[in-house]
């Protein structure tokens, strides 16, 4: 009944809508990039290990009918677009003044709807469109939508809310989401659908808003690339979906045993091999000697794609005052809580959060 209450379930909705975890704020597993970057070990990039997600169960075909990593996030999701549900029906009835932030709220409550079901239809392909909040003996009944129904649907509601939503808040409100997100989101439904002129058309919306940059530092001897993963840059226009703190924690769950980490994501040989060298070569256009010692020393002579050494950590390579080895007594290779390909993840693993547990880095 009041904008207080309003305004608080609607930030409700931000703190647990997509995907798994929080989005605003979260340690210890919750935040954004330990719900969304586990993710890459249902694939080749990493080898995922942890006590809080299990999706290995899945790259292992482990996985049974009872695992309920996916159905969490199918809940989820489902419990966003209720959660919006309510407030699209109901934020007229709310006793507020400022009658254009009332309907701006309703708005975002729109646009975070589609965007689950943009998250569910990613992963489940056509599901079930909801824009009601539905009575719990009929839940369980709910046809899936058409592809091309599921498709307009996302596509027309975040055409709608963008026309309506700001292009930018003021810090505090950085998380909300912005006419350039919900562009951003549909560009990446048409990716996926492989619908390449459609993607193109809603890339050109988002740079002609000219709200977006590259972002550069301007610290000497810094690394823009690897900034964007750290305390230099939380928060800056090349951010098109910013979750505050959304990467709480990411030093305890990604940094190497040995420096107080639980080694969660252990990057794979094939995602390193990946980075081409300075010259633009990829390993496999090297010959076989040069292969080799790439294989060997990823970092030899630094002679590889920077984005490689903002991403991973490698063995040899001195981090938070530690040199990392390969299958030590500190990094046992396999071991409980320790990699299980010898590399490990360092994006968002600042040194900083070493002694400052959780941390304060941003997701973008």
Not at 201 to 222: D, F
Not at 276 to 294: A, F, R
Not at 296 to 301: G, R, T
């Amino acid at each position: 009944t009041t904008q207080a209450q309003l305004q608080g379930y609607l930030n409700s909705i931000y703190l647990s809508c997509v995907p798994v975890g929080t989005i605003q704020s979260g340690s210890q597993g919750g935040g954004f990039s330990q719900a969304q970057m586990p993710f890459s070990g249902l694939s080749d990039e990493s080898v995922w290990r942890s006590n809080y997600i299990y999706w290995n169960y899945y790259p292992d075909a482990m996985a049974t009918s009872s695992e309920s990593s996916i159905a969490k996030f199918y809940t989820a999701q489902y419990n966003c677009i209720r959660n919006c549900n309510r407030i699209m029906a109901n934020y007229q009835s709310v006793f507020m003044t400022d009658t254009a932030l009332q309907h701006r709220y309703a708005v975002e409550a729109r646009a975070l709807r589609a965007y689950a079901h943009f998250q569910l239809y990613m992963f489940f392909g056509p599901i079930p469109i909801i824009t009601t909040a539905v009575a719990l003996p009929n839940a369980g009944n709910l046809a899936r939508g058409s592809e091309d129904s599921v498709t307009n649907f996302i596509v027309t509601e975040l055409d709608t809310c963008a026309a309506y939503l700001p292009a930018t808040y003021p810090q505090s409100d950085v998380y909300r989401i912005t006419s350039g997100a919900c562009y951003a989101i549909i560009m990446k439904l048409y990716l996926q659908q492989h619908n390449y002129a459609k993607a193109i058309e809603y890339a050109q919306k988002i740079i002609n808003s000219n709200v977006y940059s590259l972002y550069k530092t301007t610290a000497a001897g810094r690394n823009s690339y690897s900034d964007l993963f750290g305390y230099n840059a939380l928060n800056n226009s090349e951010f098109i979906i910013t979750f505050s703190l959304g990467s709480a924690g990411a030093f305890f769950r990604y940094a190497p045993l040995s420096l107080g980490g639980q080694a969660g994501i252990s990057p794979t040989a094939a995602m390193i091999n990946t980075y081409e060298t300075l010259q633009g070569k990829t390993l496999q256009e090297l010959g076989s000697d040069s292969l080799n010692i790439y294989w060997a020393d990823p970092l030899y002579k630094n002679n590889r794609d920077p984005r490689l050494f903002a991403s991973i950590l490698v063995p040899g390579e001195r981090f938070s005052g530690t040199t990392l080895g390969f299958n030590t007594a500190a990094d046992p290779l396999g071991g409980v809580g320790s990699t299980f390909t010898g590399y490990w993840c360092k994006k968002y693993v600042d040194s900083t959060d070493k002694s400052s547990h959780p941390g304060k880095i941003n997701f973008g």
